[in-house]
Structure formats: C-alpha cells, structure tokens
C-alpha cells in the first residue's frame, strides 16, 4: 500500500512502480507438491501393507530471482501413537523441511484415505501366506 502522496495519480504511479519491481524481482517456487507420495508408511495390523503419505498443503519458497535455485534436505517425524482406524486426511506426522538458507518449514503429513484395521480372518489369512512363502 502507497500512502502519503499528494494525489491519486502518483499513488497509483507508485503502487505499479513497486508490483512491478516485485515481479520482476521475486520468485514462488513449490518445493513440494501436495499431491505427490512422500513415503510409504507401514503400519502393523493395517489391511494395506504401506500406506501412501502426503502433504497437508504445498510447501512453496519466495526467493530472489538472481539467487540460485532452492536446496534443501527434509526429515520426516511421524507420530509414536498412530491407533488404526486413521480417517481420511487423518495427520500422521510432520516433515521438517532444511533450506540451504537457514531457514526451516514444517508442513503436516497425512494419508488421503482411510486406513482400517485388519480383521482376524484377513489377518490369519495374511501371515499364512507370509508362512508358506518361505517354504516354496
């Protein structure tokens, strides 16, 4: 916002002035999209034997244009107390995100369907076949 100019002609001069010097100046770039698998979670007593992880949101950076592109490295944190059934969208974890610059991100990690617990038949079902695998 521009203020303080005697009319509105130069207000508006300005308020150009400074958009354009942001465009020409500044970048968004998505690190990491929302839709993208992070990691295959294996949760014991789950129908699936892993379980996609995504992204809450995008986790996106404004950097300089004349800086060089962003480099990072990520750590995933996922929670010690995950009970099944997990609903839909249900938070996992949270991945801490490492920029080159110092700085740090923190998005949430979640699962986009819901993850029920094994039934007994599928259960016993599944680790006999674990069991006969290993024979043939």
Do not use: A, C, H, Q
């Amino acid at each position: 916002v521009v203020m303080g100019e005697e009319s509105i002609e130069n207000r508006t001069e300005d308020t150009l002035k400074l958009m354009n010097y942001g465009f020409n100046t500044i970048r968004k770039e998505v690190i990491l999209k929302k839709d993208k698998v992070i990691d295959k979670l294996k949760l014991n007593l789950s129908k699936k034997d892993k379980i996609d992880v995504y992204l809450k949101n995008d986790i996106v950076k404004i950097y300089n244009l004349n800086s060089s592109k962003v480099n990072f490295k990520f750590k995933l944190n996922y929670k010690d107390d995950l009970k099944l059934p997990l609903k839909k969208n249900g938070e996992v974890g949270t991945i801490t995100i490492n920029l080159d610059d110092g700085s740090k991100i923190e998005e949430k990690l979640i699962v986009k369907e819901k993850i029920n617990k094994i039934n007994f038949p599928n259960l016993f079902k599944k680790n006999i076949n674990i069991f006969t695998s290993g024979i043939y």
